[in-house]
Nanobody
Framework: QVQLVESGGGLVQAGGSLRLSCAASGRTFSTSGMGWFRQAPGKEREFVAAINWSGGSTYYTDSVKGRFTISRDNAKNTLYLQMNTLKPEDTAVYYC?????????????????WGQGTQVTVSS
């Protein structure tokens, strides 16, 4: 059984930065694509970024391109999301997710294990 534990969320002013981490256990981390999603109050969970098994391919939703960077350290079984130039509209609970294949997935349906989430709040 895969376990995912996010950390690194918090309260930050607009324009600031945060780095989220997701520690994975239970299966071989390097065999799966990984992703970050977020869910704001009253809204559906949405895709943020994804990375393939090796880290060689990444993909971002348009609203975070140029500001967020997804990366992974397979030796440490850890997924990261570096978030720069944060905006109030980035406020949400952020979830990491374990994909169903080695490739990166852009849809919520391409992931089958989820962390508990970490809150990110950006004040204006």
């Amino acid at each position: 059984q895969v376990q995912l534990v996010e950390s690194g969320g918090g309260l930050v002013q607009a324009g600031g930065s945060l780095r989220l981490s997701c520690a994975a256990s239970g299966r071989t981390f390097s065999t799966s694509g990984m992703g970050w999603f977020r869910q704001a109050p009253g809204k559906e969970r949405e895709f943020v970024a994804a990375i393939n098994w090796s880290g060689g391919s990444t993909y971002y939703t348009d609203s975070v391109k140029g500001r967020f960077t997804i990366s992974r350290d397979n030796a440490k079984n850890t997924l990261y999301l570096q978030m720069n130039t944060l905006k109030p509209e980035d406020t949400a609970v952020y979830y990491c997710a374990w994909g169903t294949t080695v490739a990166l997935g852009k849809s919520i349906h391409e992931y089958h294990y989820w962390g508990q989430g970490t809150q990110v709040t950006v004040s204006s």
